[in-house]
């Protein structure tokens, strides 16, 4: 499965959970945030689908995510990329 098509089944999976999730140019990172009292996940167009993805991830970490259905393969992704993340933030500290 491409990373575009994770990205828009994570976005799917995002939405199941109450989250909208916006695709905008700027600025900006992404990630998820409140406006206007509803939680939302942002992602920036600019961004390369593969930054997307791991804005994405960070923003689903605590979600409850045990409650919706994923494809296996999207899950998978999800699960690879937070051990990505969790190796790249360990290896901070251990350089830093």
Known sequence: M???TIIEELEDVAGRLGFEVR???GN??????IMGGEEL???NKRHQPE???VVLAEALRDAPLDTIYMKPAV???LED????LDAAEEATHVDG
């Open 41 to 43: 996940i942002m992602l």
């Open 28 to 33: 900006f990172r992404g990630g998820r945030c």
């Open 81 to 84: 990329t937070w051990a990505q």
């Open 51 to 53: 930054t997307r993805l």
């Open 2 to 4: 491409d990373t575009t």
């Open 75 to 77: 899950r998978q992704a």
């Open 23 to 25: 695709i905008e140019k």
